[in-house]
């Protein structure tokens, strides 16, 4: 499967982005998908991840109640929706898939997209 991520941008601290992660290849809707997050000199990290049905979901504890996932098989899209945005969620975001729903190590996952970057700054 391919997956391209898209979506990423400057925005205020208390803003909102959406970001989307559009799969092609083999059968999308049998895959989990996570979205990780890289910022500038540490580790990549989980952030949140979402069953291949769309009906769980697992979150970092830093970013409950400010970022949901949530997926469209239909259109073969995962989307991360981002809220109350923080200086410290400045990072590159990278979405993953498995078919696993309980991996949230990225060297976990074998499918990857390109990242996008989301800068939250004044």
């Known amino acids: 499967v391919q997956l391209q991520a898209s979506g990423g941008g400057l925005v205020q601290p208390g803003g909102s982005l959406r970001l989307s992660c559009v799969a092609s290849?083999?059968?999308?809707?049998?895959?989990?998908v996570a979205w990780f997050r890289q910022a500038p000199g540490k580790e990549r990290e989980f952030v949140l991840n979402i069953d291949s049905n769309g009906v769980s979901t697992r979150y970092l504890d830093s970013v409950k109640g400010r970022l949901t996932i949530s997926r469209d098989n239909a259109k073969n899209t995962v989307y991360l929706h981002m809220n109350s945005l923080k200086p410290e969620d400045t990072a590159v975001y990278y979405c993953?898939?498995?078919?696993?729903?309980?991996?949230?190590?990225?060297?976990?996952?074998?499918?990857w997209g390109k990242g996008t970057l989301v800068t939250v700054s004044s």
């Open positions: 290849g083999r059968s999308f809707s049998a895959y989990a």
């Open positions: 993953a898939a498995d078919p696993n729903y309980s991996r949230t190590r990225a060297n976990e996952y074998a499918y």
